[in-house]
T-cell receptor
Framework: ELKVEQNPLFLSMQEGKNYTIYCNYS?????LYWYRQDPGKSLESLFV???NGAVKQEGRLMASLDTKARLSTLHITAAVHDLSATYFC???????????WGAGTKLIIKP | EAQVTQNPRYLITVTGKKLTVTCSQN?????MSWYRQDPGLGLRQIYY???????DKGDVPEGYKVSRKEKRNFPLILESPSPNQTSLYFC????????????FGQGTRLTVV
């Protein structure tokens, strides 16, 4: 059974600090996605990572994928309050057309 | 504007009363899916569709039905809703299943009493 584990599940941090969210998965895949969800809102795509070593950056967020370690990271640089949200990673199963989701990391950034 | 539209946004119903949540996308996407989101459980896939007339079960299909008669529409049907189907539901679409980002609808908050 494919499992996708995110940690931490909850993170409270100060503005200006750096931090990393981790996404581990339990089977082979080279396709991983990051999404953001604001409270009471829908999900918005952040990054699509499609190969080992893929790195993508958008503003203060940078995502990377290590398929050998079955690990993706979402790094936040110099956090600002607007980045407060819940962040989800999701992994494609190689064997079928399902997408398996992590439980989400709720990020609160305090001014 | 590219979008996935769900209706209704909020629904309170009684146990056993059949309901349909509609989902429509205007991006000519082939792949569509339904999720439910419950606190602490993340998103769980209910059903997905690879294309017109092609649907398959996700992780939690029990108590739900879907159909894909047209490419743009993918309704979710609860034939006999029960309280354990109280949840936040999202419809999503993508150009293909693998390797492309998904676009999500605004969500439908369903309460079954």
């Amino acid at each position: 059974e494919l499992k996708v584990e995110q940690n931490p599940l909850f993170l409270s941090m100060q503005e200006g600090k750096n931090y990393t969210i981790y996404c581990n998965y339990s089977t082979t895949s080279d396709r991983l996605y990051w999404y953001r969800q604001d409270p009471g809102k829908s999900l918005e795509s952040l990054f699509v990572l499609l190969s080992n070593g893929a790195v993508k950056q958008e503003g203060r967020l940078m995502a990377s994928l290590d398929t050998k370690a079955r690990l993706s990271t979402l790094h936040i640089t110099a956090a600002v309050h607007d980045l407060s949200a819940t962040y989800f990673c999701a992994v494609d199963m190689d064997s079928n057309y399902q997408l398996i989701w992590g439980a989400g990391t709720k990020l609160i950034i305090k001014p | 504007e590219a979008q996935v539209t769900q209706n209704p946004r909020y629904l309170i119903t009684v146990t056993g009363k059949k309901l349909t949540v509609t989902c429509s996308q205007n991006m000519n996407h082939e792949y569509m899916s339904w999720y439910r989101q419950d606190p602490g459980l993340g998103l769980r896939q209910i059903y997905y569709s690879m294309n017109v007339e092609v649907t398959d079960k996700g992780d939690v299909p029990e108590g739900y039905k879907v159909s894909r008669k047209e490419k743009r529409n993918f309704p979710l049907i609860l034939e006999s809703p029960s309280p354990n189907q109280t949840s936040l539901y999202f419809c999503a679409s993508s150009f293909s299943r693998q390797g492309t980002e998904a676009f999500f609808g605004q969500g439908t908050r369903l309460t079954v009493v």
